[in-house]
T-cell receptor, first 114, second 113 residues
Framework: DADVTQTPRNRITKTGKRIMLECSQTKGHDRMYWYRQDPGLGLRLIYY???????NKGEISDGYSVSRQAQAKFSLSLESAIPNQTALYFCATSVPHGGRETQYFGPGTRLLVL | GQQVMQIPQYQHVQEGEDFTTYCNSSTTLSNIQWYKQRPGGHPVFLIQLVKSGEVKKQKRLTFQFGEAKKNSSLHITATQTTDVGTYFC?????????????FGKGTLLTVNP
């Protein structure tokens, strides 16, 4: 969805480096998420945030941290990247509406850790 | 979070054949969403099912929610090459607030033209 953007789209880094993946949205949604996708494992939740002052761990938060700088921005950091963090990372947003809460995904960031 | 088993993991069909993917849970689900991810793309919401026994259709796609709300299926009639992608089910939380979806591992559909 063009309303959710991620930068960079591709990144190659070395073990031990600190990197940041950024997500911006123009949908005006309060809720934002970070997922990673690995072949055969589906989408796994890393962190999520309900508003600027709210940060929650997902199922696989170890080795990651996040920052919610504004309603529209949610960044994911790898403090010291390791090869098994090589994956496709998605940011998503949502807002509850009429008993439903659809998630809108960004285009993804493909990360390779050497 | 709620765990679901999605089968099959992969399915290859000839164009024109039908396709079905199943999502099974050991616990009763409040609702379930389905998403599609095209190759190289990102997941896109398809539909949400809420009621026991609910059936919804979107052109050639038919979505069902089991009577016991423990399983769901997506059936595609007469597949086309545009149907290629991974289909994910995602059970939602009670009350309809699906802020913390748990996605199934997905079914990858490939279609031979």
């Amino acid at each position: 969805d063009a309303d959710v953007t991620q930068t960079p789209r591709n990144r190659i880094t070395k073990t031990g480096k600190r990197i940041m993946l950024e997500c911006s949205q123009t949908k005006g949604h309060d809720r934002m998420y970070w997922y990673r996708q690995d072949p055969g494992l589906g989408l796994r939740l890393i962190y999520y945030s309900f508003d600027v002052k709210d940060i929650n761990k997902g199922e696989i938060s170890d080795g990651y941290s996040v920052s919610r700088q504004a309603q529209a921005k949610f960044s994911l950091s790898l403090e010291s990247a390791i090869p098994n963090q090589t994956a496709l990372y998605f940011c998503a947003t949502s807002v509850p509406h009429g008993g439903r809460e659809t998630q809108y995904f960004g285009p993804g960031t493909r990360l390779l850790v050497l | 979070g709620q765990q679901v088993m999605q089968i099959p993991q992969y399915q290859h069909v000839q164009e024109g054949e039908d396709f079905t993917t199943y999502c099974n849970s050991s616990t009763t689900l409040s609702n379930i969403q389905w998403y599609k991810q095209r190759p190289g793309g990102h997941p896109v919401f398809l539909i949400q099912l809420v009621k026991s026994g609910e059936v919804k259709k979107q052109k050639r796609l038919t979505f069902q929610f089991g009577e016991a709300k423990k399983n769901s299926s997506l059936h595609i009639t007469a597949t086309q090459t545009t149907d290629v992608g991974t289909y994910f089910c995602a059970p939602g939380r009670s009350g309809g607030s699906n802020y913390k979806l748990t996605f199934g591992k997905g079914t990858l559909l490939t279609v031979n033209p």
